[in-house]
């Protein structure tokens, strides 16, 4: 059996369950990834962070992952921190 760890929790976008392995990391680097070698997520659960990555392209490496279809199969997500990601960077 899994090794399982306890966080803090908040409040779910959506209710429900999700249950699968927990992948991912910095969103940038992640989408780096495709078109060299596209991630699949198939099952997994996707964690997201990031740091000094204004808001469009953050939907922009979104988009492009949910083209390439890595995130067919996608069982759930979980955001990390954003950090100073609302305002564009100087």
């Known amino acids: 059996m899994g090794h399982f760890f306890s966080a803090p929790r908040v409040a779910l976008a959506r ?3 999700a249950r699968g392995i927990l ?3 910095n969103l940038n ?3 780096r990834a495709v078109g060299w070698a596209c991630p699949s997520f198939a099952g997994a ?3 997201l962070e990031a740091v000094d990555t204004e808001i469009g392209q ?3 490496i979104l988009t492009q992952l949910r083209r390439a279809g890595c995130l067919d199969g996608l069982e759930g997500v979980a955001v990390g921190q ?3 990601s609302a305002e564009p960077v100087p």
Do not use: E, S, T, V
Request: net charge neutral; proline share 6%.
């Open 29 to 31: 680097l992640i989408g």
């Open 82 to 84: 954003f950090i100073r």
């Open 45 to 47: 659960i996707l964690f």
């Open 58 to 60: 953050i939907d922009g």
């Open 15 to 17: 209710p429900g369950a």
């Open 23 to 25: 992948l991912g990391g």
